[in-house]
């Protein structure tokens, strides 16, 4: 390993806005890491696999967070400490950074003393992480279907994998993704079809659930024209200091600079969003300043509200089918219950007629934050509805 000094790892692909998200964090807080596939030898790439795998079937203690029955390990990615530090999650990851790295100055979550301000924090970063994530993969396999090169960039980062087997390896994780649209909510209306585009790209609907397609764009054309009055007037969400809402913003929406279409798209509905984006992603941070006082105004009013019309349903949608499967004996959820047709509800988010899988790890988000919301007091919690109207997650 080079340099004289241990260094973090970060493991995982920049084709994950997970990844993203946590390489954002790591600069931001000034941790010198290594991405592991890219940057990792043969050798040191098979004993971080070695390590991944240990620790999802237990045989390796993860360091933070705790796994719940609620869980489920990500593909990617995780972060591998210098002193044989385990994490995964990226929002438990900036927790325990906070804690455990750096000082209050370059704090993600635990610097915020108002708890108003906190519940908002964990509010964009869950919505982002949840329903986010549907819109930049909507994004790149639907808007970007023709010009995307995921599946190549993936190969690329691998650097034991030579000649034939990248084409082998960039041909297999593309036509897994497009299967994968509908379970990541992204459902195309029965015979849709783009025209040029060969059958295997070509983005699926699901025998009996309604089509997502207008509503995942309707969503996410309101999320950035939602952002782009505020990062035309200020560095960050919240005011002068990067947070983990705005790691988790870029980790989602940055994943998309990479798709032709889609980063066309994003620039043409939004471009100083574009500019904010590009700049994160290279690593142009503003200098955060410790008692900065946080911006709750109007600009915010349409993020939220577009979060309460799309986030909220889904969350108690998902919540509600989980208690109710489980009731009834169920116990396989997430995607392998979703290929097999079990565990599976309806709704309407907006007026748009829906269907998914419950997924345990949306249960733990929406309970977790209904937490955070039940410790407020009654001044905060009418401060914070008299703000954003509905915004009380119960």
Known sequence: MPGSQPQWILSGSELSPFHLKVAAMLRFKGISYRDFPSQGGFLENLRVSARTKLLKVGLLKLTYPKFTELDEFPLAPFLFGPNGENLYDSSAIAVWLDQNVGSNKDDLVKFCEDKKINFLIQLVDEYFDEFGLYLVHHARWKISAKDNNAGQRLANEMPSITGPFKSLIANFFSARQVRRCPYLFSIAPEGYCIEGLENERQPPSHSGFPATHELLEESYLNILHALEPIFATRPYLFGQRFTLADASIYGQLGMNLTDPTAAIWIKNNAPNVHQWLNAIHQGDFS?????TEFIVDELLQ????EIIRVFYPLMKLNESAYKQHKKAGEVLFNEDAFWKGRSLYRGIIDGHPIASVAKTFQVKTW??????????????KTDLVEAFSNIDPF
């Open 367 to 380: 309970r977790m934050l209904k937490n955070i919301w039940g410790d407020l007091d009654k001044t905060a």
């Open 287 to 291: 200098e955060p300043k410790a008692n």
């Open 302 to 305: 349409p993020l939220f509200t």
